[in-house]
């Protein structure tokens, strides 16, 4: 009876279903950083077209083998638990440390963006020194205190952006379909002159990346997935393939109708697009909506970036002080935690223009984020190789050959990142091996203890 009465409990926690999880993975992969993309990758030239295209079937790869874990170890707590699986709780440790370093990075580089599209509405913005940065600070402050009002509060706050962020997506294909219909000679006015570069395509592969990271999404929250064994796969592959067509669809279309040395530079790309083509309030009501969808963005990676230090702490490895819940329900400790390192982040690299900011910013999270989808598909090539996949995994074949395509194309990414961004991802990252370490050697010196007085 207690039995049934655990499992009826545990199924009653699984409230995500496909259409949820699928959704999941769109709203937490479409945020503002597709926005400020095209100005980024502006000086690629067509290299970029082609670097999207590596970056999609990466992308696939990573989520078939996410969808494979999912599918063999259903019960499983997401790429922490794969990870402990095939390399031990350290490794495991590490990982899910350099993902919330990615988490609280991207949060920074989210904040910014923002602003970039802010300056539409209060032009001054780029003539104050230093008040870029404040701004983008006071918005990641925000949200840590929203955060702080408990998930419920949270919740609602992402569910309303996430009902607007399409809109301005929509919009630009709408418009990138009018004008190759009406005016297609457009499209080759403002034609990229680079030529074709493998050392560009790498580069681009790895800022691209940064707009796709979320595809894990669905498998963090596996012990609310209802079905896990099919809807994660499913939804996964699903969230995966439709962004990446969104995406692709919109990058299109300011990449040909701005020149390139403007579109380069500039802070709202997209805005610029309308107001270029419809007029100045169209490029306004764009500015508004991306707005909305960075605050969005960034309200869900807050939240994220306090569940991940609570795991942590949790799990073993984190000081247990940041499980600590306060009268609401949220991590506070976690989450104001979030907040200070994304705060240090900020402030240390706003001394440039807000674009190259972001540039920086969105490479180092992707860098932070490679940990996690190399352990995750190195970890199922493992499990395979040692016979420690479940005979439920769907063609283990066909998925080794997946997760192998996986860690190339991580590795192909790993090449672009360049040796700034590179170094900050292996000085931020290695910040976790001296607390591991210090966490072991608490465990090791509180066993005696416990076992003297069981004695």
């Not at 937490?28 to 077209?49: D, R, S, W």
């Not at 031990?88 to 440790?93: D, I, L, P, S, T």
């Not at 796709?212 to 393939?241: H, K, Q, W």
């Not at 984020?369 to 063609?395: D, K």
């Amino acid at each position: 009876m207690r039995r049934a009465a655990d499992a009826a409990g545990q199924e009653g926690k699984r409230s995500l279903g496909f259409w949820m999880c699928t959704a999941l993975v769109v709203g937490n992969i479409i945020g503002v950083g597709i926005f400020a993309m095209p100005a980024t990758l502006a000086p690629y030239g067509l290299n970029a077209f082609s670097g999207w295209l590596v970056t999609v079937i990466g992308c696939a790869f990573l989520a078939i083998s996410f969808a494979g874990l999912a599918r063999a170890f259903p019960a499983d707590d997401g790429p922490s638990a794969y990870t402990e699986r095939a390399f031990g709780k350290g490794a495991a440790f590490i990982v899910m440390w350099c993902y919330w370093v990615s988490i609280w990075v991207a949060n920074a580089a989210i904040a910014i963006a923002v602003v970039g599209y802010l300056t539409i509405f209060f032009p001054g913005l780029i003539h104050t020194a230093g008040l870029p940065g404040l701004i983008a600070l006071a918005l990641i402050w925000m949200f840590v205190g929203i955060n702080l009002l408990g998930a419920r509060t949270a919740g609602w706050v992402q569910v309303l952006t996430t009902m607007l962020k399409l809109v301005p997506q929509a919009g630009v294909i709408v418009l990138g379909l009018w004008l190759l219909f009406a005016h297609p000679a457009i499209y080759a006015a403002h034609v990229p002159p680079n030529p074709a570069s493998w050392r560009e395509i790498s580069s681009v592969s790895s800022l691209a990346l940064f707009a796709m990271l979320g595809i894990e999404c669905a498998m963090v929250p596996a012990s609310r997935v209802r079905d896990p064994e099919r809807t994660i796969p499913r939804a996964t592959l699903a969230g995966t393939l439709t962004t990446a067509a969104i995406y692709i669809a919109i990058s299109a279309v300011p990449m040909f109708v701005i020149p390139q040395a403007e579109l380069a530079v500039s802070n709202s790309p997209y805005a610029e697009l309308f107001a270029r083509v419809l007029g100045g309030h169209y490029g306004e009501a764009v500015a508004a909506f991306v707005v909305v969808s960075g605050l969005g963005v960034l309200n869900g990676w807050t939240l994220l970036a306090g569940e991940v230090v609570q795991c942590m702490s949790r799990h073993g490895g984190f000081p247990e002080v940041f499980v600590h819940e306060n009268k609401r329900g949220a991590p506070a400790r976690a989450l104001l935690l979030s907040g200070v390192v994304a705060s240090v982040m900020l402030l240390t690299n706003f001394t440039d223009s807000i674009s190259k900011v972001f540039s920086l910013l969105i490479v180092i999270a992707t860098g932070a984020t490679l940990p996690l989808y190399f352990a995750s598909t190195l970890g199922l090539i493992v499990l395979r190789r040692r016979g420690e996949l479940p005979a439920r995994a769907h063609r283990p074949q066909c998925l080794q050959a997946a997760a192998l395509a996986a860690v190339i194309y991580c590795a192909w990414v790993s090449i672009g990142i360049g040796a700034e961004p590179l170094l900050w991802t292996i000085a931020l990252g290695g910040a976790g091996v001296p607390l591991y370490l210090w966490w072991l050697h608490a465990q090791r010196r509180a066993a005696p203890a416990v076992g003297g007085e069981a004695s």
